[in-house]
């Protein structure tokens, strides 16, 4: 800490313990508040929530498999929020038409066809944005809950 030392006549000196101090600020800065990784999670939730509200719905598998994951610990938290489904960038972000060819065989044929092709011309998929418009919200679910917890409101 500090100390204060007085000399002969009126000069003082005061010798500061620097380590002390800086290692106290290291732990007051290092640490996270559990007020604001509250917040954070539950922005990620909020996300989460968003994304399947918006998600286009067919089979619901899509919508389903949104999910959020927390990152991290400590110092630091962040949370993901996506879907293991192949298909979601397709839907998120549509397809060109596009040209489907056989790999192994001369032909294509699916039950229900009328007979074998040698190319299906697929029309592509028009963009269905889900993500990206609820990742946009982010900032506002996070001061809301930040309010929200500091208020004395946490869900």
Request: charged fraction near 25%; glycine fraction near 10%.
């Amino acid at each position: 800490m500090a100390g204060v030392r007085l000399g002969a006549g009126t000069s003082a000196s005061v010798t500061i313990n620097t380590r002390q101090y800086e290692n106290a600020l290291r732990r007051a800065l290092g640490r996270q508040s559990d007020e604001v990784r509250r917040a954070i999670v539950q922005t990620g939730v909020d996300v989460q929530n968003k994304a399947r509200e918006l998600c286009p719905v067919d089979t619901s598998r899509l919508r389903s498999s949104i999910v959020h994951r927390i990152d991290g610990s400590g110092r630091t938290t962040g949370v993901t929020v996506g879907s293991n489904v192949v298909y979601a960038a397709a839907i998120e972000y549509g397809l060109d038409k596009f040209d489907i060819f056989p790999k192994n065989k001369k032909a294509l044929f699916w039950p229900g066809a009328a007979h074998p092709v040698k190319v299906v011309h697929h029309p592509g998929i028009e963009a269905q944005p889900f993500m990206r418009p609820a990742l946009e919200l982010a900032p506002i679910f996070f001061s809301q809950n930040i309010t929200r917890l500091r208020a004395g409101r946490g869900r």
